[in-house]
């Protein structure tokens, strides 16, 4: 079956450092890969996503790339801010024919950035 | 604002009533899905609307449980006699159906607690 391991948090960083947060995937198929954002308080937000293997997304200075070999989607940011607190989910889904649409979350990561 | 929206964004509920939450999804999306999020837990999928079809249903939508999308439009989730463990946010999400692009875009969601 279709599932999604995330790193377990919480993750506590200091402004300014780098953050890589693990993701991989056991899926049939080729399926499409995401990473949403919530914010304190708020609903989920798409923050990037990649639709085949060897894609890269990229947003607001977070970038993954889709890789199929590892079957892994780790998020990257090259330096954080406190702005980004926030909890990070990874999720995967079905783009095209078929009726099976619905996303496979990970468990969410939280992220704390002190200032 | 043309995003998702969902009413009410908190229901405060006794064991046993019945409770009903609306989503409207983006005007133009033909797809609606529900999810549910418990604490510390990813999203769960519950149902998804193409149109006004129904076309998946997960095993986590008890009999007691029923949702609608009678005009294509917006969405009801319906909670016959609440329980306890009814106790979460009920997110719903829509989407543009085609071949190329299915970003899933998230309400604020429901949040019930069942007394």
């Known amino acids: 079956g279709n599932s999604v391991t995330q790193m377990e948090g919480p993750v506590t960083l200091s402004e300014e450092a780098f953050l890589t947060i693990n993701c991989t995937y056991t899926a049939t198929g080729y399926p499409s890969l995401f990473w949403y954002v919530q914010y304190p308080g708020e609903g989920l937000q798409l923050l990037l996503k990649?639709?085949?293997a060897d894609d890269k997304g990229s947003n607001k200075g977070f970038e993954a790339t889709y890789r199929k070999e590892t079957t892994s989607f780790h998020l990257e940011k090259g330096s954080v801010q406190v702005s980004d607190s926030a909890v990070y989910f990874c999720a995967l889904g079905r783009m095209g024919a078929g009726n099976n649409r619905k996303l496979i979350w990970g468990l969410g990561t939280s992220l704390a950035v002190n200032p | 604002d043309t995003g998702v929206s969902q009413d009410p964004r908190h229901k405060i509920t006794k064991r046993g009533q019945n409770v009903t939450f609306r989503c409207d999804p983006i005007?133009?999306?033909?797809?609606l899905y529900w999810y549910r999020q418990t604490l510390g837990q990813g999203p769960e999928f519950l149902t998804y609307?193409?149109?006004?079809?129904?076309?998946?249903k997960s095993r986590l939508l008890s009999d007691r449980f029923s949702a609608e999308r009678p005009k294509g439009s917006f969405s009801t989730l319906e909670i016959q006699r609440t329980e306890q463990g009814d106790s979460a946010m009920y997110l719903c999400?829509?989407?543009?159906?085609?071949?190329?692009?299915?970003?899933?875009?998230f309400g604020p969601g429901t949040r019930l607690l069942v007394l």
């Open positions: 999400a829509s989407s543009l159906g085609d071949r190329t692009q299915e970003t899933q875009y």
């Open positions: 990649a639709t085949k």
């Open positions: 609307f193409q149109n006004e079809a129904q076309l998946e």
């Open positions: 005007s133009e999306h033909n797809r």
